[in-house]
Nanobody, 115 residues
Framework: VELAESGGGTVQPGGSLRLSCAAS????????MLWVRQAPEKGLEWVAG????????KYADSVKGRFTISRDNAKNRLYLQLDNLKTDDTARYFC?????????RGQGTQVTVSA
């Protein structure tokens, strides 16, 4: 399993980013996928999940209505659209293969929200 996240950066509160996760080494279309994040000195936090087809999604209450998870099975890509970002969203974001928060993940991409 190989996962590579990209798209992070520094934005002001209220801004937007689109994270991308390139997957390889496994049959992407047969895996549920997650986005999780880790803020400084905190544990992993589940952010969003999507089923194998992309037809069902779930979100943590803290991001519901602001973040959108999606996938493109033809491109082996997972996405996370982050809108109306808040300073509390500052964290390193990881995509995870499977349904477990501590499953295989990449190196992550840093999102910093700061005025």
């Amino acid at each position: 399993v190989e996962l590579a996240e990209s798209g992070g950066g520094t934005v002001q509160p209220g801004g937007s980013l689109r994270l991308s996760c390139a997957a390889s080494g496994f049959d992407f279309s047969t895996y549920q996928m997650l986005w999780v994040r880790q803020a400084p000195e905190k544990g992993l936090e589940w952010v969003a999940g999507i089923d194998r087809s992309g037809g069902a999604t779930k979100y943590a209450d803290s991001v519901k209505g602001r973040f959108t998870i999606s996938r493109d099975n033809a491109k082996n890509r997972l996405y996370l659209q982050l809108d109306n970002l808040k300073t509390d969203d500052t964290a390193r974001y990881f995509c995870v293969a499977g349904a477990a928060v501590y499953g295989p993940r990449g190196q992550g991409t840093q999102v910093t929200v700061s005025a």
